[in-house]
């Protein structure tokens, strides 16, 4: 489920000097979570535009935010994205 495994999808992003990721996407139990996980492991900070993923209910979507929140993950909403770019 993770955007990391079995792909190249780290050596491209060093290949082309990205250090950082902000993350969007659907699942947020599954794909995103998995995703973002595997992401800290290979040192990158990342950022999770809160509003732009999703779960099957709010429930699920908050717990899972809440434990990617407590591996250092910066949760943000998107109207804020141009302040965590800038």
Partial sequence: MSAFIATELDLMLRNIGVEELIITGIQTPNCIRTTVFDAIAYNYP???????????????????????????VRIRKAQDLNSVLG
Wanted: no cysteine; proline share 0%; net charge negative.
């Fill in 46 to 72: 990342v950022t999770l535009i809160e509003d732009a993923v999703g779960a099957q209910s709010d429930d699920i979507h908050q717990a899972n935010v809440r434990d990617m929140a407590n591996i250092g």
